[in-house]
């Protein structure tokens, strides 16, 4: 199984520019989340999904927009990147709460995203 | 949401038992506790969780505090592998939000 798949793994942007990140899982997961992680800092929830056909704003969501294309599939957009925005990002997947809560989560690669 | 606290930084020295503490003190009834640890430059990965009991698994053993309001990651013998970040996180049973915080950076000694 390949997990958790991001694309792409690199990019540099100009500000202004837009792009999405893309996220699929093949684990039949429920819930899917974005995180960004700066320099020597911890990750922070941008937006997650928890069931298809619903996302949710998580610490950090100015700037970004978010779509559940299906269930296996979890885009991240920068409608208009900013320096700010320079982060690595990462997806996950998981079972939903209730009582799969003890399931754990799936992280993919990570996106290095530089905006210049 | 129920948040927790490490220290940012241990130090152990290789094949010594390294202890990382973490405190939760608004744990609810109903909150798994899960350690995750992100080596460098790749996602973070599972390591170990557990609810109320004491957990082992070939990684690592989860000491629960009987309060439930603080665990310990317990690494037998670390080696220069187990050089990584190293988050506790707590899994509600309802809402699905995971907060990471930012860890605590183990380095080992050879």
């Known amino acids: 199984n390949a997990g958790v798949t991001q694309t792409p793994k690199f990019q540099v942007l100009k500000t202004g520019q837009s792009m999405t990140l893309q996220c699929a899982q093949d684990m039949n997961h429920n819930s899917m989340y974005w995180y960004r992680q700066d320099p020597g800092m911890g990750l922070r929830l941008i937006y997650y999904?928890?069931?298809?056909?619903?996302?949710d704003k998580g610490e950090v969501p100015n700037g970004y927009n978010v779509s559940r294309l299906n269930k296996r599939e979890f885009s991240l957009r920068l409608e208009s990147a900013a320096p700010s925005q320079t982060s690595v990002y990462f997806c996950a997947s998981t079972w939903a709460a209730g009582a799969s809560s003890g399931n754990t989560i799936y992280f993919g690669e990570g996106s290095w995203l530089t905006v210049v | 949401d129920a948040k927790t606290t490490q220290p940012n930084s241990m130090e152990s020295n290789e094949e010594e038992p390294v202890h990382l503490p973490c405190n939760h003190s608004?744990?609810?009834?109903?909150?798994?506790i899960h350690w995750y640890r992100q080596l460098p430059s790749q996602g973070p990965e599972y390591v170990i969780h557990g609810l109320t009991s004491n957990v082992n698994n070939r990684m690592a053993s989860l000491a629960i505090a009987e309060d439930r309001k603080s665990s310990t990651l317990i690494l037998h013998r670390a080696t220069l592998r187990d050089a990584a970040v190293y988050y506790c996180?707590?899994?509600?049973?309802?809402?699905?939000?995971?907060?990471f915080g930012t860890g605590t950076s183990l380095t080992v000694i050879p």
């Open positions: 996180i707590l899994r509600a049973n309802t809402g699905n939000q995971f907060y």
């Open positions: 999904s928890a069931s298809e056909g619903t996302t």
């Open positions: 608004t744990i609810s009834g109903t909150d798994y």
